[in-house]
């Protein structure tokens, strides 16, 4: 039939398989990642011992989650942002104004990101550093 989609070959399987796959290419993610990105690896290596603090930090529980929240927030857009990175890479080498527009993008949301982080822990960490 004509008018059928086409299904990719790649597309998920149902049940305990799917969610193993799931977790295996999110492990190779994350391992491609560290290996190629080297913004990732900076904000991963701040992010751990910034976790850390954050656990032992004399702080309600809810800004201990605030606080690991926007870290975690930081790397989830910083993978993003490579993914985006990585699809205008495979489709063109060549300078294009969208290209352009479509890394931008992801480095702008990169940046809001950071700036939420360095907001939330200014806010929760500076009193008690000022106290």
Do not use: C
């Not at 495979?90 to 931008?104: T, V, Y």
């Not at 822990?121 to 550093?129: A, D």
Request: hydrophobic share 55%; charged share 20%; glycine share 4%.
């Amino acid at each position: 039939m004509k008018n059928e989609p086409q299904i990719s070959e790649f597309k998920s399987k149902s049940g305990i398989r799917r969610i193993y796959d799931a977790f295996s290419y999110s492990i190779q993610g994350f391992k491609a990642a560290w290996r190629n990105e080297h913004a990732f690896r900076q904000e991963l290596m701040l992010a751990v011992p910034a976790a850390i603090a954050a656990l032992l930090l004399p702080v309600s529980a809810l800004e201990k989650v605030a606080l690991l929240a926007v870290l975690t927030l930081v790397l989830i857009v910083e993978l993003i942002n490579s993914a985006i990175e990585a699809v205008v890479d495979r489709i063109s080498f060549e300078r294009h104004p969208l290209s352009k527009n479509a890394k931008d993008f992801g480095s702008a949301a990169v940046f809001l990101a950071l700036a939420l982080a360095a907001m939330t822990w200014g806010v929760i960490v500076l009193p008690l550093i000022m106290h």
